[in-house]
């Protein structure tokens, strides 16, 4: 099983909708969850970090964590062209303090 | 402010060659990491470092070495280069375990 996991996409969503992405992470120790942004050829860009089970929102963005399923998503609603990138889940392994990233969502969102 | 500074940019190896990818940031960051990026795909890490002196083996550490003999700098040095080695380079940093990174602009490495 990989540390961390993403459907890797292309995911499709018309503007103005609702994009939702997922990642299944490996470690039931992990604490710490993040959710990087990165337009090609750019470096990845942090959009959401979560620590706790639950919801925490940032404008347009909600990050959601449930660590008994060993689940975090993102959801962007509103979702604008300028949404259109790789998203990136990453997970905070605490057993090693390193940071494993997952393969990444394609995310395209269509006027 | 300059943060994570990567240097080279872009770099062209031939197979068996050997070079250096420098990584330096003026955060005073404890956390340093390099990740390298194959097209298409995900981070994968290389190497991290918690701390001068201290470095240890990431996901996908063979063909290369770490060292860290100051907070700043983390070079990541490639030996014998192979063809397996061509991808994108990110160094990035973070003052403490739990927190986001800050990653440099990266090295785009074609070994031919």
């Known amino acids: 099983q990989k540390e961390v996991e993403q459907n890797s996409g292309p995911l499709s969503v018309p503007e103005g909708a609702i994009a939702s992405l997922n990642c299944t992470y490996s470690?039931?120790?992990?604490?710490?969850f993040f959710w990087y942004r990165q337009y090609s050829g750019k470096s990845p860009e942090l959009i959401m970090s979560i620590y706790s089970n639950g919801d925490k929102e940032d404008g347009r963005f909600t990050a959601q964590l449930n660590k008994a399923s060993q689940y975090v998503s993102l959801l962007i609603r509103d979702s604008q062209p300028s949404d259109s990138a790789t998203y990136l889940c990453?997970?905070?392994?605490?057993?090693?303090?390193?940071?494993?990233f997952g393969s990444g969502t394609r995310l395209s969102i269509r006027p | 402010n300059a943060g994570v500074t990567q240097t080279p940019k872009f770099r062209i190896l031939k197979i068996g060659q050997s070079m250096t990818l420098q990584c330096t940031q003026d955060?005073?960051?404890?956390?340093m990491y390099w990740y390298r990026q194959d097209p298409g795909m995900g981070l994968k890490l290389i190497y991290y470092s918690v701390g001068a002196g201290i470095t240890d083996k990431g996901e996908v550490p063979n063909g290369y070495n770490v060292s860290r003999s100051t907070t700043e700098d983390f070079p990541l040095r490639l030996e014998l280069a192979a063809p397996s080695q061509t991808s994108v380079y990110f160094c990035a940093s973070s003052l403490r375990d739990k927190e986001k990174l800050f990653f440099g602009s990266g090295t785009q490495l074609s070994v031919l």
């Open positions: 990453a997970v905070f392994y605490s057993s090693a303090s390193k940071i494993i």
């Open positions: 955060m005073n960051h404890n956390y």
């Open positions: 470690d039931r120790g992990s604490q710490s």
